[in-house]
């Protein structure tokens, strides 16, 4: 092991020398964003991740990070090119002869995907380039409060000390140890799947599931979603669940609420899977879309007196700081809200509070967010349910349920959902969400309103854009339904 010559930093104090300012430990969209900008305030910054390889569907790094490399990016390419399916068969009633057989060849999109990928890897490394940010292409770990050891491809190590280490490393997908569980594949290996799955299982209910599901079922395959709960999305709007449940039904793919699998079995078919309910299909590939859990295993944390909390998260304060003074964390490493944006504030903030003397606390309040499955769904705020707990006053839920005008020409039975939560008392606007086509672009609209603090009668003296599905958040004038306040006991806590 090697230690590099000590320089000066500029924003090091009067008696140790280090080699940089800030260590960034992964470059993903936080990590990449917190380099960035706390080059940009004059800072001496280094970032280690490992290299990308396009064809593998190993967990190896990338700059980029999951978002871009194998998440919210190739995922949201395959949205769009199954969300074609759909629309050739509503093109049909709009005057489109389609006479021939239509077919989907996967490889295609796929090599596109890949291409994309790289260049947007590429741009993310001349970005970081541009800012000045030295970048080391290894794995990372600490080796103490102010030193992170990088180990290259090859095997060499080296060590490097900074005033400040920002660990930015994610999240990885994690798979229940069901027997056969080595036979199925994460969202990682289902963004780069050599074959089109004709016969996919997904198991789980979550965003990653409903998503693939989609895209599988889009590009005409057989998708079988089995999940533990009566409906998917957890922890969403309900009614905006049920209505999810019903477009993936209606879409084409096979429900199985209320069910988990026992045992995945290899057969010269593909994939036997057995449920609790003692079902059994065979299939070309099983996704398990059953969560992920921060990525902080291997950075030797523990050693280096950082707290976790019981699922490995790094706890810190609400500037994003760690136990230790001089290590910082952001991202789904903190598991706060997993998503990229929120990673971005995050590490923007961190940055500001860090290296621009500007304390910036990350505002977790009001964050919109969006699952892409097809048709859409998107919400910001409180849900109804989450709502009757939290308001001041009587909960007044108002809603819209329509044909898209787009569907009385297709003729495809799919119902538009929106929804308005108020607080009577304050008339202030708690949640909004939308399930429908183009859902979130719209909702992120409805964001800004939210966060501006918007009234119910803010939304009404609004004029709408017509003839649009959007509209319809700005003239619904009467509630559906009303929950009464309904005050908590007090407690002598
Ligand atoms: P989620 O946490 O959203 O959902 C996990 C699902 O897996 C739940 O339905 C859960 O069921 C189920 N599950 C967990 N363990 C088991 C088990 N042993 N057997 C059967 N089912 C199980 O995780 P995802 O993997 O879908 O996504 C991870 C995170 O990535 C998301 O939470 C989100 O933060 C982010 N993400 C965001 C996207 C976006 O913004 N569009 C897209 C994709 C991911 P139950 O409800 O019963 O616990």
Known sequence: MSRKMLVDGEIGDETTHYDFDLFVI????????????????????????????????????????????????????????????????????????????????????????????????????????????????????????????????DGTKISYTAKHILIATGSRAQKPSIPGHELAITSDEALSLEEFPKRAVVLGGGYIAVEFASIWRGMGGTVDLFFRKELPLRGFDDEMRALVARNLEGRGINLHPRTSLTQLIKTEDGIKVISDHGEELVADVVLFATGRIPNTKRLNLQAVGV????????????????????????????????????????????????????????????????????PPMSVVGLSEEEAVEQATGDVLVFTSSFNPMKNTISGRQEKTLMKIIVDEKTDKVLGASMCGPDAPEIIQGIAIALKCGATKAQFDSTVGIHPSAAEEFVTMRSATRRHPFNPKPQTNL
């Not at 290296?355 to 097809?374: E, L, Q």
């Open 307 to 374: 707290e976790l909390d019981h699922i490995g998260a790094i706890k810190v304060d609400e500037y994003s700081r760690t136990n230790i003074q001089s290590i910082w964390a952001v991202g789904d490493a903190t598991n706060r809200i997993n998503l990229t944006p929120v990673a971005l504030m995050e590490a923007t903030c961190f940055a500001n509070t860090v290296f621009g003397g500007k304390p910036t606390k990350p505002d977790h309040s009001n964050v919109a967010c969006a699952v892409f499955c097809i």
């Open 26 to 153: 992964g470059a993903g969209s936080g990590g990449v964003r917190a380099a960035r900008f706390s080059a940009n305030h004059g800072a001496k910054v280094a970032v280690c991740e490992l290299p990308f390889h396009p064809i593998s569907s190993e967990d190896i790094g990338g700059v980029g990070g999951t978002c871009v490399i194998r998440g919210c990016v190739p995922k949201k390419i395959l949205v769009y090119g199954a969300s074609y399916g759909g629309d050739i068969e509503d093109a049909r009633n709009f005057g489109w002869e389609i006479n021939e057989n239509v077919d989907y060849n996967w490889k295609k999109l796929l090599q596109k995907k890949t291409d994309e990928i790289l260049r947007l890897n590429n741009i993310y490394k001349r970005l970081l380039a541009n800012a000045g940010v030295k970048l080391y292409e290894g794995e990372g770990r600490l080796v103490g409060p102010n030193e992170v050891e990088v180990r290259q491809i």
